[in-house]
């Protein structure tokens, strides 16, 4: 099965950037779709970004368009999450996903097989 080891995240104020990656490895030639997603305490988990490995083609939730890109490096299957004008609310864990099946075109949510262990982003006012 697919396995997603992520890197990246810590600590910045509002208005800063970082950067956060998540490689693939096994099997990946069967992954559809690749993903971001976070969940704050108390809140339930959310999509932020998405990308479809055919075509390339990012999706965004409303509230980091703008903000944040996603990208796919598909030779050394890493997933990206490059995320400028940070504010508070971005405050979260944030998870790698990848599917064979999910469809993820216009969409960043989506019941996602392969998860990675999350890293920490925190944004100080």
């Known amino acids: 099965q697919v396995q997603l080891v992520e890197s990246g995240g810590g600590s910045v104020q509002a208005g800063g950037s970082l950067r956060v990656s998540c490689a693939a490895v096994?099997?990946?030639?069967?992954?559809?779709?690749m993903a971001w997603f976070r969940q704050a305490p108390g809140k339930e988990r959310e999509g932020v970004a998405a990308?479809?490995?055919?075509?390339?083609?990012?999706y965004y939730a409303d509230s980091v368009k703008g903000r944040f890109t996603i990208s796919l490096d598909n030779a050394k299957m890493t997933l990206s999450l490059q995320m400028n004008n940070l504010k508070p609310d971005d405050t979260a864990m944030y998870y790698c996903?990848?599917?064979?099946?999910?469809?993820?075109?216009?969409?960043?949510?989506?019941?996602?097989?392969?998860w990675g262990q999350g890293t920490q982003v925190t944004v100080s006012s």
């Open positions: 996903a990848a599917d064979s099946w999910v469809n993820c075109v216009g969409r960043v949510g989506g019941p996602y097989k392969y």
């Open positions: 096994r099997y990946t030639y069967r992954t559809v779709c």
């Open positions: 990308i479809y490995r055919a075509t390339g083609n990012p």
